[in-house]
């Protein structure tokens, strides 16, 4: 067994991991459905990859995630850090000593009501005893959602949720990175953080890698960069996959602040020491993007923009659970495990680090009028600050496409997926074809789950195929209309992330380093000296020079 552990730390990073194992959970039940479509009972994915086997203390058996969440207190809505299934009370170390002996005055809210959604998964009477639609649990959903939980139907562990006790604030005033610096070494946080990822380590046969998410807009930047430290002495050998996740929201700002760069410059320096692989996900709009071309999508709604990234990162890892065989079987080709990629994307030539990722959502069918106008183009880069359309001839890329349908809606095999990509590279007038390229492929699709947000278009089919006129009047169609798609996700390690690069180091050099910089009292507020803000800026501007050989001689000559 290769197992992965997944941690996800800030909100939206929790709102991406909801979509992601509501992916996962409707895999595991269309697998168990007789009368599932039998590209899903016969999926061909090791599901143990991502789970774990246990059970309670009354002998039911259960299947949970290999998750550690951390998020603020009172982030969890409705639902009990212990989750759902284990009922043996709490351990928290707050709850079992007593440490004061005076007077107590206790302010109790009222607890939060589960939404209808929440309140047919968990089969609670309705009021009036109406009975629950799935139209009314739809709507109800795309109407509001205030946390991640108000959507999940997966059950969790009771060590996977970890509320960051004594730190009661507003995500929206935990916005900086000083603001967070010394919240995971105080309070035993840490240490307590450290123990439940310890235990998901632990009882892994063979750990291939630890995905991990972080919404790095704000404070949890330095919890995660902390977390990541702590895991790097234990974990010495172990491929950290970082995807830094941003909700258009949390860059809705008029104009960036002096305060904003220096916390994107150093919030990326400190994250990046500490992973083999950083994928930087979140653009400022999905509006009005290639990403929208078949959607609709608010950028104001974290529920919606989580669930376009969710699906890229389901598609995108598929490989680590696809099962090996000695020959690629007719289901699914190509698996890899998380070293392999690491390796493909970051060891051949440049040592480049930070990666692209785009996709297409949903896939177009294999067989368009110009084949060089489907895929290639219809791919969309949700990685920030990338030149679109760069000439590399270095650019290393692995790309995996699920569930492709050959024409309208008829289902592709794994052989017509591959000669259409290859035909397709061959046929690109405009694009460079890259150094080296990895596909895989899955011929099970996207499902959609029942509270996925509503954000298909009317060109939008029930198997997610791309219709020549609109289905319907209506602008906004849910999973109860669609009910899987095809979905394309690629890796690109290229220059074209070298404006990224470039912003982060200028802005860490101008505003923080240089004497009489605009940002040097909040640098110095947030605990950094010069000296290690210049190491920073030596670190970054070996990541330039990676992608740009010039960037040392101009350097130079300065």
């Not at 610096?181 to 439940?196: L, M, T, W």
């Not at 860490?508 to 640098?523: H, P």
Request: charged share 25%; with cysteine; aromatic share 8%.
């Amino acid at each position: 067994m290769r197992e992965i552990v997944t941690i996800q730390v800030g909100e939206f990073a929790n709102f991406v991991g909801s979509h992601f194992w509501n992916f996962q959970d409707e895999l595991l039940g269309l697998a168990s459905d007789p009368e599932s479509d039998p590209i899903f009972r016969n999926h061909n994915l090791n599901m143990d990859v991502l789970y774990r086997s246990g059970e309670t203390l009354q002998g039911v058996a259960t299947y949970t995630p290999r998750l550690v969440s951390v998020n603020l207190k009172g982030s969890l809505g409705t639902m009990s850090s212990r989750g759902t299934l284990y009922n043996e009370g709490s351990s928290s170390r707050s709850d079992s000593s007593t440490t004061w002996f005076g007077d107590v005055d206790t302010q109790r809210s009222e607890p939060r009501k589960r939404n209808l959604f929440l309140q047919s998964l968990y089969e609670e009477e309705p009021k009036e005893g109406k009975e629950i639609e799935d139209k009314d649990i739809v709507g109800c959903l795309d109407e509001g959602v205030d946390c991640w939980t108000d959507f999940s139907k997966s059950h969790y562990h009771p060590q996977s949720l970890y509320e960051l006790n004594g730190l009661w604030m507003d995500p929206q005033d935990f916005n900086n990175y000083g603001i967070g610096k010394d919240v995971f070494s105080e309070a035993s946080r840490g240490e307590e953080i450290c123990d439940r990822l310890r235990f998901f380590v632990e009882e892994c046969d063979h750990i291939q890698g630890i995905k991990f998410l972080v919404d790095d807009s704000g404070g949890f930047s330095a919890v995660a960069a902390d977390f990541l430290e702590s895991m790097a002495d234990e974990y010495t050998n172990v491929p950290v996959l970082l995807y830094s996740v941003r909700s258009p929201m949390s860059q809705m700002t008029p104009k960036k602040t002096v305060s904003h760069k220096l916390h994107d410059a150093i919030s990326f320096s400190r994250l990046s020491s500490f992973c083999k692989l950083f994928t930087p996900i979140g653009l400022p709009s999905l509006t009005g993007s290639k990403a929208s071309k078949f959607l609709n999508l608010g950028d104001e709604k974290p529920y919606r923009s989580s669930a376009v990234y969710a699906a890229t990162l389901h598609a995108s890892t598929i490989p680590f659970r696809m099962r090996p065989s000695s020959s690629d079987s007719s289901e699914v080709s190509s698996s890899m495990d998380v070293n392999t990629l690491v390796q493909l994307l970051t060891g051949r030539g440049r040592q480049n680090i930070v990666a692209i990722l785009e996709s297409a959502m949903p896939a177009p069918p294999l067989a368009g009028k110009q084949l060089e106008n489907t895929l290639l183009t219809n791919l969309q880069a949700l990685t920030p600050e990338v030149t679109e359309d760069i000439e590399d001839n270095q650019a290393v890329e692995s790309m995996c496409i699920l569930g492709a349908l050959r024409s309208e809606d008829k289902e592709a095999s794994v052989s017509e997926v591959k000669n259409a990509v290859d035909a397709s590279y061959e046929q690109a007038i405009t694009k460079t074809k890259p150094l080296f390229c990895s596909l895989s492929v899955s011929r099970c699709p996207l499902p959609v789950p029942l509270p996925f947000p509503s954000i298909f278009g009317n060109l939008v089919g029930r198997k997610g195929e791309i219709l020549s006129s609109p289905v319907s009047d209506a602008l906004y169609r849910g999973s109860l209309d669609v009910h899987s798609i095809p979905i394309a996700a690629r890796w690109r390690s290229s220059s074209a992330i070298l404006p990224f690069l470039e912003n982060r180091m200028g802005n860490l050099e101008k505003l923080g380093i240089q004497w009489g910089a605009m940002g040097s009292d909040v640098v110095r507020t947030w605990g950094f000296g010069r000296e290690e803000l210049q190491e920073m800026r030596e670190s970054l501007s070996k990541m330039v020079s990676e992608l740009n050989p010039q960037f040392f001689e101009s350097s130079d000559s300065d």
